[in-house]
């Protein structure tokens, strides 16, 4: 970089800092949307590095699955749920897609997603995704994408049904609310292959079930894994 453009960054730092995406602080303009400090404190689960941990069991029984993880627990009144929040409804589409390819280093340390073949990120209705601009499953999936060296497919499945906000729904409404919202349009893209399915945040997991199982519905020889960036923390808790 030259030293004007060195100038210009450290002028522009000066004017409007880059801020850590889950505490705020002022960090530098390139890298990670984090500062080393949450880096560091990241509320890790390490469910990628486990046989067998309580995410992969909500699915035994209801979808055939390789392996399943979230990366980080998701805890109400934290910097990190404000920063997925600011993902999912605030247009840091950007900051989604860095933290996909800091995500893919650790699924890179795992046993369990070595043979991924290619990446569906839960699509959203198109009447959504044309309110919120953007799918930010989507750009998450594009890091791992990115950080994984696989494909993304994000035209392969599509949401037939628009279902209203799920975050007044009970878990059972919820579970009526997703049978049969996903449509395979393109099998071609995914037959024979391992998948992994990504979101952002894993409650009940209904939603990525019934994405799952379209896809099973509709292809053949696939088998499926699963990654969301968080998971609920309240949810195992209340479970243990
Ligand atoms: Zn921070």
Redesign the pocket.
């Known amino acids: 970089m030259s030293i004007l453009n060195n100038l210009l960054s450290s002028v522009g730092n000066l004017i409007a800092p880059r801020r850590?995406a889950?505490?705020g602080?002022a960090i530098s303009k390139q890298g990670l949307p984090?500062?080393t400090?949450?880096e560091v404190m990241a509320p890790l689960t390490n469910f990628h590095l486990e046989t067998e941990n309580p995410m992969l069991t909500q699915f035994w029984g209801l979808m055939p699955v390789e392996h399943a993880s979230a990366l980080l627990w998701y805890i109400q009144g934290s910097?990190w749920q404000r920063a997925i929040h600011d993902i999912k409804y605030r247009q840091a589409y950007g900051v989604a897609r860095e933290l996909g390819l800091w995500w893919s280093a650790f699924l890179e340390e795992s046993p369990f997603y070595s043979d991924i073949d290619a990446i569906v990120p839960v699509p959203l209705h198109w009447q959504r995704r044309l309110s919120r601009t953007y799918n930010q499953s989507e750009y998450l999936a594009e890091g791992l994408s990115r950080g994984l060296g696989v494909e993304l497919l994000c035209r392969a499945v599509r949401r037939t049904q628009y279902n209203h906000s799920q975050t007044l729904h009970s878990t059972a409404e919820r579970w009526g609310n997703v049978e049969g919202i996903f449509s395979v349009v393109r099998p071609e893209q995914l037959n024979g292959r391992h998948l992994l399915l990504v979101d952002d945040v894993f409650t009940t997991g209904a939603t990525i079930i019934s994405l799952g199982n379209a896809i099973l519905a509709a292809t053949q020889d696939v088998r499926l894994s699963v990654a969301t960036l968080s998971v609920s923390k309240a949810r195992f808790d209340k479970r243990r």
């Open positions: 850590c889950v505490c602080a984090i500062c400090t949450c910097g």
